[in-house]
């Protein structure tokens, strides 16, 4: 369970990332309509990145995580 949710975070942050990049790409080329339809898809992925960084679920897994690594480090 912990392992997809991490997965699902790790895709969401790859979706902003890439729509950060061509947005800026298409910003620079002035293409408005394709500015406008990145923004809004940037929005929207921003959101699901969001909603899964506030989900118990993976508050949950990071939490266990975190712990697993410090009992690792004594």
Do not use: T
């Amino acid at each position: 369970m912990g392992k997809d949710i991490f997965e699902a975070y790790f895709n969401a942050n790859r979706q902003v990332e890439l729509l950060k990049e061509q947005l800026f790409k298409h910003e620079i080329s002035r293409d408005k309509s394709k500015v406008n339809k990145l923004k809004n898809q940037y929005e929207e992925a921003l959101k699901i990145k969001k909603n899964i960084e506030e989900s118990e679920q993976f508050k949950n897994c990071a939490l266990k995580l975190i712990k697993g690594v410090l009992a690792g480090d004594k």
